[in-house]
């Protein structure tokens, strides 16, 4: 197990975009920037094979439409896992919209949309991935949003064989990001800069093909074990109830020879 206290020069590579990315206050702080010629991202140096992810992000304030944040675990070839969090740029005024995916064995298509209940431009807020063989657990401050259960009983593929490095980058999509694409990138606002600090993981490192939580049964049984307590469940309810915007498990449209099995079997995930 390992518990990291975000020192981003000791965890993370800076990948693309040139000066656009930064690691400031001596590893504390990280930024990523977006103008009219590029983007930018970085990576994880560790890759992780189950485990609680936090990392704090500020977004883009002000006039965002156009832009995508993304930040999320992914592992690497044609057959891989994903776990997706994607704020979608707005104009002045509008809420954020959080996007967010799972996919196993390359094949997504289980994305479920929300609003924020809060200004996410405005101060740092906490975003978190739990990732076990039972579930994945989407969360903000610690309230869960997302759910998506182990269901492989029912032919459900789940990420659970492949390890995943963590990414973050700022893109221009203003082609879809922002009302489906009637609103575009206005690059008199540029640059525009996300914030990271406080990245944290409670994970298992893997490396040479051997997981860190291998000679440590009790941890790996620990995180294995980890569950949505009442008091979570009643939260994720009320964000689905007041926040979900967006539910794969009910757009038949797109599904138009049947919902995905999980979605029938557990109802809205």
Same mark, same amino acid.
């Given at each position: 197990m390992v518990a990291l206290g975000g020192n981003f020069n000791q965890d993370f590579v800076l990948t693309w975009g040139g000066d656009r990315a930064k690691i400031l206050n001596n590893g504390q702080l990280l930024t990523?920037?977006?103008d009219k010629i590029s983007g930018s991202g970085f990576q994880s140096k560790n890759e992780y094979f189950f485990g609680k992810i936090d990392m704090q992000i500020k977004l883009v304030p002000a006039n965002s439409a156009?832009?995508?944040?993304?930040?999320? +675990?992914? %592992?690497?070839? +044609?057959?891989w896992d994903e776990i997706d969090f994607e704020f979608l740029g707005n104009l002045s005024g509008e809420p954020y919209v959080l996007h967010t995916n799972v996919y196993s064995q390359g094949k997504g298509d289980r994305e479920q949309q929300f609003y924020l209940w809060f200004n996410p431009t405005v101060a740092f807020h906490t975003y978190s991935v +739990?990732?076990?063989s039972q579930h994945i657990i989407f969360s903000v401050d610690g309230t869960p949003l997302r759910e998506f259960k182990n269901m492989e009983l029912i032919g459900v593929p789940f990420p659970k064989k492949h390890p995943m490095r963590i990414y973050s980058s700022i893109w221009n999509a203003d082609d879809w990001a922002t009302r489906g694409g009637l609103v575009k990138t206005d690059w008199s606002k540029a640059p525009f800069t996300a914030s990271y600090r406080n990245f944290n993981a409670n994970a298992c490192i893997w490396g040479s093909g051997v997981s860190s939580c291998i %000679?440590? +049964? &009790? &941890?790996?049984?620990?995180l294995s074990a980890i569950e949505l307590d009442l008091k979570s469940k009643k939260r994720l309810a009320w964000v689905h109830k007041n926040f979900m915007i967006y539910n794969y498990c009910t757009d038949r449209k797109r599904f138009p020879q049947g919902l995905p099995p999980e979605c029938t079997a557990t109802g809205s995930l």
């Open positions: 990523l920037s977006l156009g832009t995508v944040t993304a930040y999320y +675990l992914r %592992s690497d070839g +044609l057959m +739990l990732w076990n %000679s440590k +049964l &009790n &941890n790996h049984a620990r």
